[in-house]
């Protein structure tokens, strides 16, 4: 076992993992930071992305002695401390950007990344930037106008469903 410290959502933690210790299972397991949801553990699917040093990185792809050192953010990072939702979230659930919600994590994550790289993209912009994540239940086109809300664009011509 191996010490790995990092700064999480602000706080510096600390914990003893294995080389093979993927991120995602250090933030769920040693942080219980349970919002960083696993769906694949392949590279596949997106859920588990978080920010590594201010990017959007699928945690299952990264080992935990690689984040030694780094700033993460996860999604328990984007709420208010009071709960109060940030504009992506909100935007989410005005436009119904959701279903389950085991994707919601993962894909406001990486639309806080597109946003932070991108203040005002196209439908096509966010299209393409969330290709690598999955979403099984919502067809995308509310994930789109969510995106689009929280960026301050009219979301009258995203594709309906
Ligand atoms: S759990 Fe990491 S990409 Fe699916
Ligand atoms: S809302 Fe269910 S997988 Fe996206």
Do not use: W
Request: glycine share 10%; proline share 2%.
């Amino acid at each position: 076992m191996t010490k790995v410290t990092m700064t999480v959502n602000g706080k510096s933690v600390s914990g003893e993992v294995e080389g093979r210790t993927l991120l995602s299972t250090f933030v769920r397991e040693n942080l219980g930071l349970t919002g960083t949801h696993v769906g694949c553990d392949t590279g596949q699917c997106g859920a588990c992305t978080l920010h590594v040093n201010g990017k959007s990185v699928k945690s299952c792809n990264m080992f935990a002695l690689e984040a030694d050192g780094a700033e993460v953010a996860t999604i328990e990072s984007m709420a208010a401390a009071d709960g109060t939702l940030n504009t992506i979230q909100q935007a989410f659930q005005d436009h119904h950007g959701l279903q389950c919600g085991f994707c919601t994590p993962g894909m406001v994550m990486t639309a806080a990344s597109l946003l932070e790289e991108n203040p005002k993209p196209t439908e096509q912009e966010i299209r393409t930037y969330l290709s690598g994540n999955i979403c099984r239940c919502t067809g995308y086109h509310n994930i789109v106008k969510a995106i689009m809300a929280a960026s301050g664009q009219d979301v009258s011509a995203v594709a309906a469903e």
